[in-house]
């Protein structure tokens, strides 16, 4: 009888936690990015490396679409870049982010959404968003 009753509580647990995996999530990356300022060291530690800069996406062993966000090499691969995908954008125009195509992938603005594990909180994009309108500094 505990081998059932143990065994249909691990499933309820399972299914509560799958079905709310998108708020668990979104609740981990607000804590997460609670310190996420305007400034590109902040939105390289708190979004690109944990979110994009990963095995097989945008890390610095084969990146997609040549766009690294690893540490040390996401400034030179977003600002004044054009886009793979657009071939008229910049990745990042400084100082325009309605024109970036980092904003327009984030937003999922027409294009594929990124990340592809779920899109980050509007703060978190408003955050990237002022880095780029404040001109896209490297700092």
């Not at 081998?3 to 799958?18: D, H, P, S, Y």
Request: with cysteine.
């Amino acid at each position: 009888m505990n081998k059932v009753i143990n065994r249909m509580a691990g499933i309820i647990f399972t299914f509560i936690l799958c079905s709310c995996a998108d708020q668990i999530v979104s609740e981990c990356e607000d804590t997460t990015a609670a310190g996420l300022q305007s400034k590109l060291s902040s939105i390289q530690q708190y979004v690109f490396t944990p979110s994009c800069a990963t095995a097989g996406c945008h890390s610095a062993t084969s990146p997609q679409h040549d766009l690294n966000l690893s540490s040390g090499s996401s400034y030179s691969n977003l600002v004044d870049v054009t886009s793979h995908e657009d071939g008229v954008m910049k990745r990042v125009a400084p100082g325009n982010s309605t024109q970036s195509w980092l904003m327009k992938k984030l937003n999922g603005d027409g294009t594929s959404q990124m990340p592809p594990a779920g899109q980050l909180s509007q703060a978190t994009i408003d955050t990237i968003a002022a880095w780029i309108d404040a001109g896209a500094v490297n700092n």
